[in-house]
């Protein structure tokens, strides 16, 4: 069942539109505020539904930093329907752009169009938790959509937390998993070192767990 984000403020609008994904198979993911959504907002994500004009900003400023980390698609949902309004969010990425109000056949009939556009696109290179992501086949880490000056030791590491997302990780399978591509061995001392700097450069985020006498986890947030 494909996920599909609902941000959007207006609880009436936000409502039927919860039912009518429900109704046609999809799962909505809804989310009322900006925060809340890039809370909400993981790589299980197939589509998100976006408002342009929301409690704590702009839905331009969400599109933004969705596709600083992720090729997910968007369709912005707004009562902005002057031409500059609509090339503004097609420019900075948006797939699709509804204005309100709009039949709800017709929606669907657009979210459709676009995910059957997007099914053969792969995501698997985009890893995220939370507010963190890599893109793999770029070699980019983000963290609140702010682009990271990571070590190849700490983008490795990041990597590997991202990969083994929800799992306990004991110091010895991480440094088997850290093992130098060139041959240089990566000791005790080296992972302690790295994680502490990696976290520190994260702002301490509170999804990656020490289990304290084996070793690490990231993890989602409720």
Excluded at 114 to 138: A, E, F, M, Q
């Amino acid at each position: 069942m494909k996920k599909i984000m609902i941000i959007e403020d207006d609880e009436t609008i936000q409502f039927a539109l919860k039912i009518a994904l429900q109704k046609n198979g999809f799962e909505p993911v809804c989310a009322y505020t900006l925060a809340e959504g890039k809370k909400r907002f993981s790589d299980s994500v197939s589509l998100v539904l976006l408002d342009w004009n929301l409690p704590d900003g702009t839905g331009s400023a969400f599109c933004r930093y969705v596709k600083s980390i992720s090729d997910v698609p968007i369709i912005f949902l707004t009562v902005r329907d002057e031409e500059k309004d609509i090339v503004q969010g097609l420019d900075m990425g948006a797939d699709d752009y509804i204005v309100k109000p709009f039949q709800l056949s017709v929606l669907l009939s657009r979210i459709n169009a676009v995910l059957r556009r997007t099914k053969n696109k792969n995501y698997s290179s985009v890893l995220t938790c939370g507010t963190i992501s890599i893109l793999k086949d770029k070699t980019r880490a983000f963290s609140e959509g702010e682009e990271l000056a990571l070590t190849a030791g700490e983008y490795r590491l990041l990597t590997v937390l991202l990969e083994n997302k929800n799992q306990t990780l004991t110091r010895a399978q991480l440094l088997g998993k850290l093992w130098d591509t060139d041959g240089n061995f990566v000791n005790d001392n080296t992972l302690t070192v790295t994680m502490k700097r990696l976290r520190e450069k994260l702002n301490f985020p509170s999804c990656i767990k020490t289990i304290r006498g084996i070793g690490y986890r990231m993890e989602d947030e409720e």
